[in-house]
Structure formats: structure tokens, C-alpha cells
């Protein structure tokens, strides 16, 4: 084999609370120290890069303590931390099974919030946001991200356009078939602060959109000539405002 085509070891990633520099030492949790010691088998030296959202990607080893604890001694910083400037995703509440789908492609794809809220036609008014927690950090965790997107707490979409930001573009999953497609919307409003909103299953009530399109700040859009599921629909807004942003052209650092 050429030794230019060997694949690039990655030490297996971790969040964790706590703050990062170099020397600390952190006692990893329950779950972590089972993952690591018994899970992947990691010896004592071993590396490990730890992230926590504020400062970046550490580079730390295993230091094993007994059969079933470890702690991990950083040693240097492997990359700065990044701002947090994604795209916003705002969803209905859905059934758990897509609405996890969804948080955790979401996280994927770089979105920087996600931002639930209650419909007519929701299928339920609470999320398990610590659930959806774990989801979203493990998501950052496999996809190198050093960052994972902040959930805000339920609310109406009432709620939600009365605080919304104006410097930032809400785009709407329109699906009445007459709204301009999504990427001539963001080639005319080319790298502004965007949210993607998808709606519940069978689309948002009627008249419960009534009155958006006149605001500044939302646009109506296109997906294409099919109609999606609500967690395909953000997936694809999502992928599609990443793509306008240039986010797909970036390497990976």
C-alpha cells in the first residue's frame, strides 16, 4: 500500500463540561469511562481530544483509575474554538423518533440553535430536552464539530416572532407551490443571518401562517416539486442554505 493512502488515525472525541487548559486533569463520568475502557479498550497514555463548546479542541490521554473509573490529563490545544455562526433551525414539535432524526442531522450540518415550538397540529406540546441533549452533543462528538447548537425551551410561534431578531432571515417551507424556490431567496440575500422553519406533520393549520409574509424579516420558500416529510423539510432547508452560505466548500480543520 502506498504509505500516502494510509487513513489518518483520529483519537475518539468526547465533550465534557468541564473548562480546558493545559494540565488539568478531569474525571470522566460513568458513561464516559465505560466507553472508553471497556468499549474501545483504551489504555492508560492513551489519546483522547476533548471539546466543551468554549475552548476548542484539546488533546489529553487516558489515565485509568481501577477497572471502571479513568480521568483525563489535557496536554495541548489541537484546535481554537470556532464562533458559533450557524444557521438556526426552528421545527414543530413532532413524534420523538424524527424529531431526534432531526436534531441530530441538524447538529450535522452545523446549525447553531434549534429552536422548538407548538402548532395546531403538533403531535405534543413537551420535548425530553435532556434526551435531545445527548443527542445533539454525541452528533457534535462524531461530526468534529467543536460546538453543539444550543436548544431553546418550547414556545408558541407567537412567542417566537415577537423576539424574533430582524438582522436575521427566517425562511418558511412553504407548500403551496407558488413561493419562489429557496435558493433564489438566498442568492437575494446573499451570507445574512438565516433560521429555516419546518412545520408539523400534514403542514401548519390554515391561517396559522397568516400575516408572516408581510414581516421584514420572513421569507416564504420552496422546496422543490414534492412534498416532505417534516424532518426531511429542514434537513433540506438546512442543507440548502449551508450550500448558498458556502459551507460545503469549507475543509475540515
Known sequence: MDPSHKPTYRPPRLFVEA???????????????????????????????????RDGE?????????????????????????LNDGPW????????GPM??????????????LLPIKTSRSQ??????????????????QSERLNA???ATVQTLPELIANWPNDRLLIIGDESGTAPPMLSVLADNPGQPFAFMS??????????????????????????????????AAIAGL??????LGDFKASRG
Open 58 to 82: 484539546w488533546l489529553a490521554s487516558v489515565e485509568p483509575l481501577g477497572r471502571a473509573d479513568a480521568k483525563l490529563v489535557l496536554k495541548e490545544q489541537t484546535r481554537p474554538q470556532p
Open 199 to 232: 412545520g408539523p406533520e400534514g403542514g401548519f393549520a390554515p391561517g396559522e401562517l397568516d400575516g408572516l409574509g408581510d414581516l421584514p424579516f420572513v421569507a416564504k420558500v420552496g422546496l422543490g416539486p414534492r412534498v416532505l416529510r417534516a424532518e426531511t
Open 124 to 141: 405534543s406540546e413537551k420535548i425530553n430536552e435532556g434526551r435531545l441533549y445527548r443527542i445533539v452533543h454525541e452528533a457534535a462528538e
Open 89 to 96: 433551525l426552528v421545527f414543530a414539535v413532532i413524534k420523538r
Open 239 to 244: 442543507t440548502l442554505g449551508q450550500a448558498a
Open 19 to 53: 473548562n480546558l487548559a493545559a494540565g488539568l486533569e478531569i474525571a470522566t463520568d460513568r458513561e464516559q469511562a465505560r466507553y472508553l475502557l471497556k468499549v474501545l479498550r483504551r489504555q492508560a497514555g492513551a489519546p483522547v481530544l476533548l471539546f466543551n463548546g
Open 100 to 113: 431526534e432524526l432531526l436534531a441530530e442531522k441538524a447538529t450535522e450540518l452545523g446549525a447553531a440553535k
Open 149 to 151: 447548537p444550543e436548544i
